[in-house]
């Protein structure tokens, strides 16, 4: 069986993408989590660049990694200077790394452009600064900058740069498409001349998504003999992207038989991604293949009829092999069949001429043309699945609240104050808090009144809380006005669960979610009681 | 050169993507975009098979296109009819276009799985609904699904299928790869199988995307002879999504100089990506190849400083080509570079060495850690630069915001209301107003109190408003107490901006950005006017 190293550079070229920023402290713990999924090397990022990525050499120090080597990235030293004086070399031997990347220039253009030297001068930067890095560490990987484009306009020139590093003494030759403007033929062009011109140099690929084959050129690049992929968890990087390293793993290793982290580091990689998008403050991309919530989701009704025949038949792998799920969704195209697997995944066996089913599917196509989406929200789907089963649930009985937010002048934030009341096994209940806001100042009074009655709420915590604005009602109402959808998570000591609330109050439909996960978290112990009992 | 048609299949495949959803109305008016866009064949939908698509082929009677043909899609008659007493056959006549499209299994698990019907029986299927319809309509499309999973599984069998549809008279013959589980040399190995079998036929391409490969598979399909290519725009689809049309078009047409819908309307590229991701109510995908709005977005100071050398160094085509834009984006990376651009693209032209950059840049930074974000916030942005320059907006001066949300039991939505004092011009100002939220009755009041002063002001329309919690936050206070963030998108008759605010109450960050964008009017007309005198 063939092995292939993989490269992540999620630290480094995944930071520079848009909206996504990393504080060293997020860096270190990433680190670790990639360690743990058995990438073999991680590119920490390029000391001296940056606040963040010199803190992250210092903090990193002392760590001990089971699978991987971390990696310091840099540039070939300057024009100016020589590879003994030049800032840069030193800032990359300084993060005392086993492992150092350095790239360099191997498209003609961006020599005689971006440095603005002689392309023979250029050649000398590469080989110097291979050969002293080399000397210092146990491995130098190089990055031949802008290959594909290089090898387009000047292969010649584009081969005798690789041809420096690895006559330096480079462990590595990485093709870089940096533009990402390359398809895969292109990249098997340029791979044939480079194995002739250096048949034993090991070859690796870089790719970017600006084409949206990047997952496609790394795969084609490995399938004519390149024995290392870079790549970044969830595709994150400068503009479109890096390749993404939750689908080039799976596919080679499930689909190319070649072994990269090992099938059974494969189950880890959701966790992965999450963690990553969660860390970087990005919201993960639901249509992600492998690990996106959206991957084995299914929708349309003979779809749907057809996977609970045989999951092959809609499904490319099985989506626990990834960390994954199988999901059906309700929706509007949801016939009898999507409602019926949804309540007995619920643990509800309801009769395809159960009465409740219909009742239960016109509840719901006339909310979501409200704006309410199930698909998101488990737990409100069962709070409604409860009253079309005719058993609603009386926990407690909203009669008021009232909620003030003030903002003087002086004041930094604004003051928060809500009032509730309510009416719990017969008594009425009138609390109020203070909050960081106005759903936190609700949320907290509401609970005050209830945690008497239920103790048990105490355990919960609210997990996230998302807003969407729904643009169609933008449309018709304008800005401030419009629709908004609020989802909350929430858990505790053992359960997550989704509720959400539709309003054009922002106040109100926060206030809907919350009730319904306070609601649920009551509902869900009472049904464990009675199990037991 | 080369043509190859595009089929689009947004309106129905792409309608399967989990949380979108098309009315029927919405369906009629992309269906005209994507005429508009040169596209050559628009699948409708499934007549009959949901009271979307039902409505749909009802509305767009009698509607004109200049470009594109309309198609219905639908399966091969049930195992059970025969052609001319089959629901589905007569559901898509009835849609009456000139062209229909329907799928047949080539896969024998499906057939004997899915179907349950012997492998002869499903062949007899293809070939009488092919022939039946191609009596009836001009053109009718077979689409072979799961053609690359049936090929892997049993080669002779799924050629079969095709054959049958190819001598019942089938114009085209659609490989479908409906687990999105094939890779780039499976498809080639297929494709070039059915080309020995099949010589004269009319070869497509239907990818899903569930590898990360169906862009590239789509290519690879053309490079090796198919002759259209089926997918959607945005790549919107059931799980992963369809093949991506939005990167497949300008890589064929700017790439492998193949014609598909011309050069000169592959501007309109960006205008149809937005168009349908906004109406079916989708957050448009930052890293979207090609369209979206990281795709030409420089954020690491060393792309930045050789991108205004010479744009090809890290751009692999013209933005302007898809009809985007270069951008360069503000950040913790961002060096002075970055700002003097910003700047620069503002109109001030400032020196490298002049101090307001090194005080902007601190200013950023310190924001930046906080939440703000402003290479989504251009307005804001100017209004910092502003204060920076030492000249601070004096339009008003704020004073105290008052807002009170209640609700009761009989109640549908909250009553909310605002008061406002502000101090404009040396006048004190004390106003008040309802609205249909906090944020709205807020941004009523402070206009009511301004727009005595300002009479342009009642120009103003509110375009988004967008809210973001801010996950970092979210680990550190829990749930209803994160940080969020509020873009607001503000227009008049000329120009469009957006503004930001940041706090851990929501209506806080709210007033923060209806401030700006209130600002930003009143400071942006003022300059104009200087400008002319």
Not at 39 to 49: K, L, Q, R, S
Not at 377 to 401: R, T, W
């Amino acid at each position: 069986m063939r092995h292939v190293t993989i490269y992540d550079t999620t630290l480094r070229d995944g930071a520079q993408a848009e909206e996504l920023n990393f504080t060293s402290q997020d860096k270190v713990r990433i680190a670790h989590k990639l360690d743990d999924l058995g990438i073999h090397y991680i590119e920490g990022g390029w000391p001296g660049a940056n606040p963040t990525d010199q803190k992250f050499f210092e903090k990193i120090k002392g760590h001990t990694f089971t699978n991987a080597k971390l990696t310091a990235f840099g540039s070939t030293h300057f024009a100016k200077t020589t590879p003994e004086n030049d800032p840069n070399l030193a800032g990359l031997l300084a993060a005392n790394t086993s492992v150092i990347t350095i790239f360099g220039k191997s498209w003609d253009l961006h020599a005689t452009t971006a440095l603005g030297i002689p392309l023979e001068r250029n050649l000398e930067l590469i080989s110097n600064s291979v050969r002293y890095l080399n000397e210092r560490v146990d491995e130098v990987i190089f990055d031949a900058e802008h290959f594909f484009d290089g090898f387009k306009h000047n292969p010649e020139y584009a081969i005798q740069a690789i041809q420096a590093a690895h006559e330096a003494g480079a462990a590595r030759l990485i093709l870089c498409d940096t533009n990402g403007g390359s398809l895969p033929s292109q990249i098997a062009k340029a791979m044939e001349a480079v194995q002739k011109a250096l048949p034993e140099a090991q070859l690796g690929i870089h790719a970017h998504n600006d084409s949206e084959v990047a997952v496609a050129n790394s795969l084609e690049a490995v399938r004519l003999g390149a024995t290392q992929v870079q790549g970044t968890i969830n595709g994150y990087g400068e503009r479109c992207g890096n390749a993404n390293l939750c689908s080039v793993i799976p596919n080679l290793e499930l689909k190319m038989d070649i072994k990269t982290i090992g099938q059974s580091n494969l189950p880890k990689l959701l966790n992965t991604s999450h963690f990553v998008s969660e860390t970087g403050n990005l919201r993960p991309f639901m249509r992600q293949p492998f690990v996106g919530a959206s991957a084995f989701a299914h929708k349309g009704g003979i779809h749907v009829s057809a996977i609970l025949k045989d999951s092959r038949t809609y499904e490319h792998i099985p989506p626990k092999s990834v960390g994954n799920e199988q999901r059906v969704l309700l929706s509007d195209q949801a016939g009898k069949s999507n409602i019926l697997f949804k309540a007995k995944e619920l643990g509800y066996d309801l009769g395809k001429n159960d009465p409740t089913v219909d009742k239960l599917l016109k509840e719901l196509k006339q909310r979501e043309s409200m704006g309410y989406e199930y698909s998101v929200a488990d737990a409100s789907f069962e709070l409604i699945l409860q009253e079309a089963l005719g058993k609603p649930l009386n926990y407690f009985h909203f009669q008021n609240f009232f909620v003030v937010d003030a903002k003087r002048e002086e004041d930094p934030e604004p003051f928060t104050e809500a009032t509730v009341i309510i009416e719990v096994k017969g008594q009425q209940e009138h609390t109020a808090a203070t909050g960081m806001g106005p759903v936190n100042a609700l949320d907290r009074a509401l609970r005050k009144g209830l945690e008497r009655f239920y103790p048990e709420l105490s355990a919960i915590r609210l997990l996230d809380f998302k807003v969407r604005v729904l643009s169609g009602a933008v449309r018709d109402t304008g800005g401030t006005a419009s629709f908004v959808r609020v989802l909350v998570e929430t858990g505790d000591q053992t359960d997550r669960w989704t509720t959400m609330g539709v309003s054009h109050n922002i106040i109100e439909a926060s206030w809907q979610a919350v009730v319904d996960a306070i609601n649920y978290k009551l509902f869900k112990d009472d049904s464990r009681r009675s199990k037991k009992s």
